[in-house]
């Protein structure tokens, strides 16, 4: 038996390990997603999310708001706000958990669509206030206009505007 | 509920149309504006005069108060413990804007003060806008009102519009201070403040 022949069968055992290792991940995830196995892939979390029920869904919620500015602003700035906001007034770890995302931002009308977790639309709307501050000065002024359950349901009230 | 900005300081002429539309549009209903710009009003809104005092001490906390004339709502700004004494138990002062300085005097003593004097605890939102670590105060404020049933007024205090707060920020701001959503709405009505101006029906018929 040469050196070919071991590096081949070498080969094929690797495969196969890897095949059944793939295998026994799929069947992990599974039972993970089913909630009959802990995961402990997961690693360290913060307690906002421990809170949440493992295999629960994740509920969203669809802030429609409006920027009240006197220069052009534009989508990327306005989340950077929201997102510092929330940071200064509940801390860093609560942006992660309120899973903040604009959805949508219209720089003509300046109006916008946030998607944030349930449990977190009142911490965001309370921080709307300390949003935009740049220096000394406040820049922009964020006014709730009205939280829907889906994104469809926000884009349709937004039209009607 | 009659929403009420106890009071609002515009930088400018050029800020006081702007500042009024943004609170008629927001659904206020009077707005207290500082004793510079007392001659402008809006026929949206009503408007009425504020005066901010301040004392370091308490014979200069006297002095100021004998100044203010009815009509006006007084907002006091005491800087020491003789002065927080004289503004709150003294019922020319509505307002009194407690700083977080003097937090070791807020016992049941001071609590019972406020209320000989018939006064406001005050805090204003544009100081949260400076400093974002003022929510803590907000909180105790909020505690402690509740705690010895003494009212609290919660004021935008903006010179400019952006520094106004929308009433569903105000309440939302409440609810992650630790109110209870009826406080929160009790806080926020202006009824008390109104009347104590003496501007009550006014408000009333206007709505």
Redesign the interface.
């Known amino acids: 038996m040469g050196i070919a022949d071991i590096t081949v069968l070498l080969c094929l055992g690797l495969s196969v390990a890897n095949l059944f290792m793939f295998i026994y991940l799929l069947i992990y995830k599974k039972r993970i997603e089913t909630g009959r196995e802990p995961n402990l892939l997961r690693g360290k979390t913060i307690p906002a999310i421990r809170t949440i029920k493992f295999g629960k869904k994740f509920r969203k919620r669809y802030i429609i708001f409006e920027v009240?500015?006197r220069d052009a602003i534009d989508g990327e700035t306005v989340k950077k706000h929201i997102k510092s906001?929330v940071a200064?007034?509940?801390g860093e770890p609560t942006v992660m958990s309120s899973g903040i995302s604009l959805i949508f931002y219209d720089e003509k009308t300046n109006i916008g669509i946030l998607r944030v977790n349930r449990e977190s639309v009142?911490?965001v709307?309370?921080s709307?206030?300390?949003a935009?501050?740049e220096g000394k000065?406040?820049?922009?002024?964020l006014?709730?206009i009205k939280v829907t359950g889906s994104l469809k349901k926000a884009k349709e009230l937004i039209e009607k505007r | 509920m009659l929403l009420v900005d106890a009071y609002v300081r515009p930088k400018n002429e050029e800020e006081i149309n702007k500042i009024f539309e943004?609170e008629a549009r927001?659904g206020y209903k009077a707005v207290g504006i500082d004793k510079q710009y007392e001659g402008s009003s809006d026929e949206r809104i009503i408007t009425f005069p504020v005066r901010v005092v301040s004392g370091r001490n308490e014979a200069e906390a006297k002095e100021v108060l004998r100044e203010c004339k009815k009509g006006e709502l007084v907002i006091s700004k005491p800087n020491d413990p003789g002065s927080l004494r004289v503004f709150s138990r003294d019922t020319r002062a509505h307002i009194v804007e407690i700083s977080p300085k003097l937090v070791h005097l807020m016992d049941r003593n001071q609590a019972e003060l406020l209320k000989v004097g018939k006064s406001f605890i005050g805090f204003s939102?544009s100081s949260?806008?400076d400093d974002?670590k003022m929510?803590w105060w907000l909180s105790f404020l909020l505690n402690y009102s509740m705690k010895y049933n003494i009212d609290l007024v919660i004021f935008s205090g903006a010179s400019?519009?952006?520094?106004?707060?929308?009433p569903?920020?105000?309440l939302?701001?409440l609810?992650?201070a630790g109110s209870p959503k009826e406080i929160a709405f009790k806080i926020m009505d202006g009824n008390k403040l109104l009347k104590i101006l003496g501007i009550m029906d006014f408000a009333v018929e206007k709505r």
Do not use: C, W
Request: aromatic content about 12%; charged content about 20%; glycine content about 2%.
């Open positions: 009240l500015s906001a200064k007034l509940f009142s911490l709307i309370a709307f206030h300390i935009g501050k000065e406040k820049k922009l002024m006014v709730p | 943004l927001f939102l949260l806008i974002p929510f400019r519009f952006e520094e106004l707060v929308h569903k920020t105000t939302n701001l609810i992650q």
